[in-house]
């Protein structure tokens, strides 16, 4: 399938470059314009990165260092710092982060197991199968996750405060399949759609079973699928603040909760809280990137493709 | 239904019953179940806590009162406030994310080799946790070392005081903040939707003589309207779920400025601790959330088929 719209794509390409792209000339003023407004919307996508990332090299003191209004030169101080791990010392030894981490860990990796093993089952089964209402059942699945997330907690919190789930790391998992499996759902069966039917009828005539088909022709074609909701549902549990903040509770705690947490209200500790802050969102750059390709399909639920 | 089409050639072997099921059916089985536990039955018990005086311990009896909370929501000014600040917040947010998300796609689709590597930088804000993104801006637009103030403050916009303690600087701090991590969103959907629009289209209208401005709204955007109508609504319904930003950088404040009513919601539910309440403030979000979206599908339909 991938081959198939790459190819589609490429003579494509090739006849914009020859007549024109959709609205701009290629002219001389149309580049520079072009290539001014992205450096500028670069700069100011990476700055806050940037100014944070540093800064969680910093002392205090280095970290606090703007100089007066209107001082130009002064934005060097940016770069001016002597590398110091004191920060990440803090906040582990301590704040003492590290079970923080692990619990944002199992949680979302949990969830996102449930979620793509049972949305994978399901999404087949629903990609294939022909059901009397079809159109109600995959409604209500799709609306599942439309719901604001605010809104499901509330019941969720009392539910699980009844059979004793609050504050445990059970607990946050299943809080955190409610929005994975459905997304992890309807985003697989999507590529299980776009599978063509003849390769698991032809399998299925030469004599292997549902199962087999299923697990060794169907799953296989559609793995890249698979591998981006898996790590798009990680993303997204690892992300979560409001779940965790109030599912969580004290005894498992995430990275997103433990941050807040270093706001006090006698001071800010801005100093673990930046280190903190680039622990929690480095790992998630580095899977976005990786599954690049289909992050906008991910996104959209399969609405949109690139 | 254009499923019916593609059955005909299917093996009719291949939804033979199983036990009363098809093999299809049983395999959709546990994912429904347990979608059905977790999202169906806190929804009915959402409406059953919307009607009650819920304890505040657990093991106490709950207490009926009817449509108290209801009546209650629509007397308390916080609530009805919250609604001016939510559509403010949502409204001005969408817009200004519309408009640069569609320049930039833009501008992408007129890079060619370059076009890759740029995108990949530009979507990096997308992965950030909304709690990491507050945290940012917090810091960025603190008065007294916060880099992005001292650029306001030089520049001169900024005379004096706070960003976050300013009543309409805060709401802009809030919007800026989303629209700095949503934009690339827009901007990738926008991207994805422009290499759809049909080159010949476009060469057809060239041929007219159809000027650009009149060949953008003659054939690009008609063309994209679904990608529009699809971005446009995941962003809403995520920007009514997401109350991160908003408790990291302002907790609300300040006076209230910033209290959008899915942030009252959690105030309410879960520092009060009114969870009778919150259910009934929490159903009405829903309803409200549900309704907007499908009106505007339903308008964005209509125009589709005017064209």
């Not at chain 1, 500790?269 to 289909?294: C, D, E, F, Q």
């Amino acid at each position: 399938m991938a081959a198939k719209s790459r190819e589609t794509k490429a003579p494509r390409k090739a006849a914009a470059g020859a007549q024109e792209t959709i609205v701009h000339k290629r002219t001389p003023f149309m580049r520079i314009l072009t290539v001014v407004l992205l450096a500028v919307w670069i700069v100011w996508t990476l700055a806050p990165l940037l100014i944070t990332a540093l800064s969680s090299f910093k002392t205090a003191r280095e970290a606090f260092a703007t100089p007066t209004y209107g001082d130009w030169k002064g934005v060097w101080n940016i770069f001016r710092f002597q590398p110091t791990l004191v920060n990440f010392r803090t906040l582990f030894l301590i704040e003492g982060f590290w079970p923080y981490i692990w619990h944002g860990f199992v949680a979302s990796i949990g969830s996102a197991l449930i979620a793509v093993v049972m949305g994978t089952l399901g999404a087949y089964g629903l990609s294939r199968g022909k059901f009397k209402r079809e159109g109600d059942i995959s409604f209500w699945i799709i609306s599942t996750r439309m719901a604001p997330a605010v809104v499901v907690i509330v019941p969720l919190y009392y539910i699980f405060r009844r059979i004793g789930l609050l504050s445990t790391l059970p607990g946050l998992i299943v809080a955190y399949t409610t929005f994975n499996l459905s997304f992890s759902l309807w985003l697989i069966k999507g590529f299980f759609d776009d599978l063509p039917v003849e390769i698991e009828e032809a399998a299925f005539v030469d004599g292997d079973s549902h199962w087999a088909v299923f697990t060794k022709v169907a799953v296989p074609l559609a793995a890249p699928g698979i591998v981006a909701a898996f790590v798009l549902c990680v993303l997204m549990s690892w992300n979560d603040f409001l779940f965790a903040a109030v599912i969580g509770g004290h005894r498992a705690k995430t990275v997103p909760v433990g941050i807040t947490e270093l706001r006090t209200t006698v001071e800010v500790l801005w100093g673990p809280i930046n280190s903190a802050t680039i622990i929690l969102i480095i790992p998630m750059i580095a899977l976005g990137v990786l599954i690049r390709k289909y992050l906008i399909q991910g996104l959209t639920m399969g609405a949109v493709r690139e | 239904m254009s499923k019916k089409d593609t059955n005909a050639r299917e093996l009719p072997a291949l939804h033979r019953k199983m036990f009363g099921m098809s093999f299809y059916g049983w395999i959709l089985m546990p994912a429904v179940i347990l979608l059905a536990f977790i999202t169906l039955y806190p929804c009915f018990w959402m409406i059953v806590m919307s009607l009650l005086k819920v304890s505040t311990r657990p093991g106490m009896k709950n207490e009926f009162v009817g449509l108290a909370n209801y009546a209650g929501l629509f007397k308390d000014s916080l609530f009805l406030q919250g609604w001016v600040i939510q559509g403010k917040y949502v409204g001005i947010s969408l817009v200004v994310e519309f408009i640069l998300g569609f320049a930039i796609a833009l501008f992408l689709n007129n890079l060619k080799r370059s076009a890759n590597v740029i995108t990949t930088i530009v979507l990096v804000p997308m992965m950030i946790a909304p709690v990491a993104v507050g945290f940012l801006y917090l810091y960025l637009f603190n008065s007294s070392f916060g880099w992005y103030y001292w650029f306001l403050r030089s520049i001169g916009i900024l005379r004096q005081g706070s960003i976050l303690g300013d009543m309409n600087w805060a709401v802009a701090a809030i919007i800026i903040a989303d629209v700095w991590e949503w934009t690339p969103f827009m901007a990738l959907i926008f991207l994805a939707g422009l290499k759809k629009v049909p080159l010949d289209q476009l060469e057809a209208s060239k041929c007219d003589g159809a000027p650009p401005i009149r060949r953008f709204f003659d054939v690009v955007l008609p063309n994209m309207v679904s990608v529009i109508v699809i971005g446009v609504l995941i962003r809403f319904m995520d920007i009514m779920r997401y109350i991160d930003t908003i408790f990291v950088m302002t907790t609300g404040g300040p006076a209230g400025a910033t209290k959008t009513v899915s942030y009252y919601l959690f105030d309410v539910a879960f520092r009060f601790f009114d969870l009778g309440r919150g259910a009934a403030h929490g159903f009405v979000l829903l309803l409200v959330t549900i309704i907007i979206a499908q009106a505007f599908v339903n308008i964005m339909k209509k125009k589709g088929v005017q064209r």
